[in-house]
């Protein structure tokens, strides 16, 4: 175990310009300061004109040394099994990253500060019986208003046996910056309700039909199924309106809006849930493989053009796209990927960057290990839906949890599979806790 050092007591607020310290302002009761080691302590002073509401603010400043770190803490008083909303406020000055510069962790603990454990067993498949110990909270980054103070906050349930929550507010690594903190609260509020979604995928080879239009309807009984199992979501293959065609990709382009997104809107507003086509788009004289998302009032809720081409699309002139919109939904935010973005990270980690919670995922075929690890390295739900035969040991259409592992797979052609999950439930490993709100901290640049 490391040895902490705490730093108590106060250095001065600023300096003046003619050189001399202003004296300390009384830091407000509870907090004190730590920094691993003397060498590498920031400066800690209280402004109490500071602050997002000019009621004070709690301020770390570092020299201009590479690797400076220390952090406020204040232990809040909780009852296990209850739900608490923390809020802080934080506003930086000269960090290049503000989300690893200026942190939050909440640290559950028994009545003597000592760790506890959580009252439930792990949400991880690999690891279905343990109870891993509670670690450390990681609320997240929401706006940021006009003069620069962003909201740090979330709603966290507290484990049956915590009496007390630690919270620190940690400054890391930014040479001559300053963080902020200001208005921080944790306050008992009402348990969250769940938000259950149903997400299906369709597997299914449109083999019947010549032109693009054929191949939209041999797709509307399959959703109408999905309906009927209250669907919220249905994920449909890769460019299906080209799919044995005998046509170029170039011959099946059409606009967005266009014909098939018309067909489509109108059965998601038929059966009142979202789909996700996969689709050729004509932009003028440009090419996209697309997957386009069709909402329950009838509308295009939006569109992603394929960042990572293959070779066969390279050669017929398809044009990449490049960049990685997220979508909010009824039931909560959506990005897509089209096939070969799943051989690349980054496609899926930009869109869990972006708050997508559900990866929807139309692909002809991929290793399916890789869809494991894109929903398994961002801890989000993927939807894949595709036209290879289980048989081949390649892409299945299926539903994978945020651990990764295959939640529902439709295995026989001209099926859905279909599953209800709960984006409000955290997934907690063990020595990790929840990693999906660590990754906002610990991912590099």
Not at 73 to 81: L, N, R
Request: aromatic residues 10%; glycine residues 8%; hydrophobic residues 40%.
């Amino acid at each position: 175990m490391r040895t902490h050092l705490l730093v108590t007591g106060l250095l001065c607020l600023a300096i003046t310009g003619s050189g001399a310290a202003e004296k300390s302002s009384p830091v407000p009761a509870g907090w004190t300061t730590v920094a691993l080691r003397a060498e590498i302590a920031p400066e800690f002073s209280f402004n109490p004109a500071g602050g997002h509401d000019g009621k004070g603010s709690l301020v770390t400043r570092s020299d201009s040394r590479e690797g400076l770190t220390g952090y406020w803490k204040k232990a809040f008083p909780v009852q296990g099994e209850r739900s608490y909303r923390f809020v802080a406020w934080r506003k930086t000055d000269n960090a290049t990253s503000p989300r690893r510069a200026g942190i939050v962790r909440i640290r559950w603990q028994d009545a003597a500060g000592n760790p506890v454990s959580h009252d439930q067993p792990s949400t991880a498949s690999y690891l279905p019986n343990a109870i891993p110990r509670a670690e450390p909270e990681y609320p997240l980054d929401k706006a940021t208003n006009s003069e620069g103070w962003t909201e740090v906050s979330d709603i966290y349930r507290a484990p049956a046996k915590a009496k007390r929550a630690e919270v620190e507010l940690h400054f890391r690594w930014a040479p001559a910056a300053t963080v902020e903190w200001s208005g921080v609260a944790f306050s008992e509020v009402p348990a969250p309700a769940p938000r259950k979604v149903r997400l299906a995928t369709v597997h299914y080879q449109p083999k019947e039909g010549k032109t693009p239009a054929d191949k939209c309807r041999l797709f509307a009984p399959l959703i109408a199924d999905a309906a009927r199992q209250k669907a919220d979501l249905v994920v449909l293959p890769e460019t299906l309106t080209y799919f044995g065609t005998g046509l170029s990709m170039i011959d099946c382009a059409e606009p967005i809006p266009g014909p098939s997104t018309q067909y489509f809107s109108e059965l998601a507003k038929q059966h009142n849930l979202y789909l996700v086509a996969g689709l050729l788009e004509r932009d003028q004289h440009l090419v996209y493989n697309v997957a386009v998302l069709l909402g329950p009032a009838g509308e295009i809720v939006g569109k992603y053009r394929k960042v990572c081409l293959p070779r066969g699309e390279i050669e017929e002139g398809i044009q990449p796209g490049k960049d990685y919109p997220v979508f909010t939904t009824r039931f909560g935010k959506v990005g897509m990927m089209v096939c070969y973005d799943g051989f690349f990270p980054e496609v899926a980690r930009e869109l869990s960057n972006r708050g997508a919670e559900v990866i929807a995922w139309p692909v002809w075929g991929c290793n399916p290990l890789l869809a494991a690890a894109r929903a398994c390295e961002n801890h989000v739900y993927l939807v894949s839906s595709t036209y290879t035969d289980p048989a081949a040991k390649w892409t299945i259409s299926a539903v994978y949890g945020q651990d990764g592992q295959v939640l529902t797979q439709a295995k026989e052609w001209g099926t859905i599979a279909i599953t209800e999950v709960d984006l409000n439930r955290r997934l907690h490993w063990s020595s990790l806790g929840d990693f999906k709100a660590e990754l906002t901290r610990h991912r590099p640049e």
